[in-house]
């Protein structure tokens, strides 16, 4: 494989971990249960994204790249599936999130 | 590995279920994505990717920012789509960009819970609900 390949795909990988990092960060950082979950997303897409690329990268024209397409697919399909299930899930059960427009809430969710 | 006799069984297999499921009627119409326009959901996933890089990195500036200058909010507003599949991808694209989750879908309502007010406030007649509507372009 070229040297320029190599370190292409390299620079996925680290890209592609840094972004879950950050995901990871603002999941503890954020304040209530719905933003928390928009931090994750960014896990879910640009990080494992990435993270995908640069394995296929690695893997060049082989059957492993295809299984990666084929998780990536199914990762772009399932995650916001799940994400809706969990947010509407939270909302039905009477998790209020804490909205900017109406201020502090006055009682603790 | 790949012999001619499993791939030639797969082949029929797949050939003789369809054909059941032809004559059994059991195709619905949320299986069938061949009712979609075909130019329009090429256009549309490097469109989507795009966005969804962009909307990933302002989320990211956020999360590192040291004041985390968010505006949760939630929006209701009027999706243009007429089929259930179109609806289907509009609220899945909305809850794949960082940022935005679609919470309830129903036709003609979408509420949405969104990380910023500006990011709420692009919903109702965005790009992305006049893309997922030409992708419904071809129905019946």
Not at chain 2, 61 to 80: A, D, G, N, Q, Y
């Amino acid at each position: 494989m070229s040297e320029a390949l190599n370190v292409l795909s390299g620079l996925c990988l680290v890209a592609g971990s840094f972004f879950s990092l950050v995901g990871a960060f603002g999941l503890i950082r954020m304040p209530d249960f719905y933003t928390r979950m928009h931090a994750a997303s960014v896990t879910d897409t640009l990080g494992a994204g990435l993270i995908l690329l640069g394995l296929m990268l690695q893997a060049g024209l082989t059957l492993v790249t295809v299984k990666l397409i084929m998780v990536g697919l199914l990762i772009f399909v399932a995650s916001p599936t799940a994400s809706h299930a969990l947010a509407r899930a939270a909302l039905l059960r009477g998790v209020s999130p804490r909205l900017a427009d109406q201020g502090e809430p006055s009682s603790k969710p | 590995m790949y012999v001619p006799f499993l791939v030639t069984a797969g082949v029929g297999s797949a050939i003789a279920i369809t054909l059941l499921a032809r004559r059994m009627d059991v195709i619905d119409r949320e299986g069938h994505p061949s009712r979609m326009a075909w130019f329009a959901i090429v256009s549309y996933w490097p469109w989507l990717i795009k966005e969804i890089i962009l909307s990933a990195w302002t989320v990211t500036k956020l999360i590192l920012h040291p004041r985390l200058p968010i505006s949760p909010t939630l929006i209701e507003f009027v999706p243009t789509q007429k089929t259930d599949l179109g609806l289907v991808v509009h609220a899945n694209s909305i809850t794949l960009t960082p940022g935005t989750i679609a919470i309830e879908v129903e036709p003609g309502r979408m509420l949405v819970h969104a990380l910023t007010r500006d990011g709420a406030g692009g919903l109702q007649n965005s790009e992305m609900d006049r893309r997922c509507s030409d992708l419904e372009a071809r129905q019946p």
